[in-house]
């Protein structure tokens, strides 16, 4: 059996839980346009794929050219400065997880498709207490997830073979990554997604609560 000595977390979804500030900055832009507004279950699907993405997912069909989107795309991230830790909080375990981890040795990092500044400001004022041998997110120079460059770029920072990590991670996206990356897929139950997105992309295993990973290692 494969002693697995690093954890790679999805951020949104999987650590934290930012859905609030997320679908509120994109509503304050979108209502400022004159367009509709979205419940928090759609932008359960708008986000995992980076910014833009979510960007071009909330905005009326006709008006998703790529100029819009880029506009947009920018008062998103000035209405996201302004509130993305209002609500935003670690889910119910991911302290006692982390800990766990930390007194097993077990490394941990962060790979998400966020903005890389929004994800290392995140980490450093929500997480503070635990030491992540890396953390990332969008890059202009690396391709974001399902590309595993950034997955493999982390076992290569911490000096291990990718079949020693587990990646956990709460959609078909961050599954996709995993197994690209020869690393051991684990979908969250408690994040945005639900179980057949992630079994049908991959998933090697399903944990209903953050402590249910220490079973895997």
Sequence with gaps: ????????????GTLLDSIDDLADSM???????????HDIQSYKY???????????RSLPEE???????????????????KRWNNKTRPYQGIPELL????????????????PDNFTKLMIK?????????????????????????????IARTMGLQSREIL???DTGTDMQTACSAGMYAVGALWG???????????AKALIEKPLDLLNLL
């Design 1 to 12: 059996m494969i002693k697995y000595k690093a954890v790679i977390f999805d951020l949104d």
């Design 27 to 37: 509503n304050a832009v979108l209502e400022d346009a004159g367009y509709p507004a």
């Design 46 to 56: 708008f986000v995992g794929d980076g910014m833009e993405k979510l960007v071009f």
């Design 63 to 81: 008006y998703r050219d790529t100029e819009t989107v880029k506009k947009y795309a920018g008062k998103m991230k000035q209405e996201y400065e």
């Design 99 to 114: 800990d766990a981890l930390s007194s097993r040795d077990v490394h941990i990092a962060v790979l998400s498709n966020k």
């Design 125 to 153: 004022e929500l997480l503070p207490n635990w030491e992540f041998r890396a953390v990332y997110g969008d890059r202009n120079y690396i391709p974001r997830k399902p590309d595993p460059a950034g997955a493999i770029e």
């Design 167 to 169: 990646y956990l991670g």
């Design 192 to 202: 945005f997604r639900g179980k057949d997105e992630l079994l049908a992309n991959g």
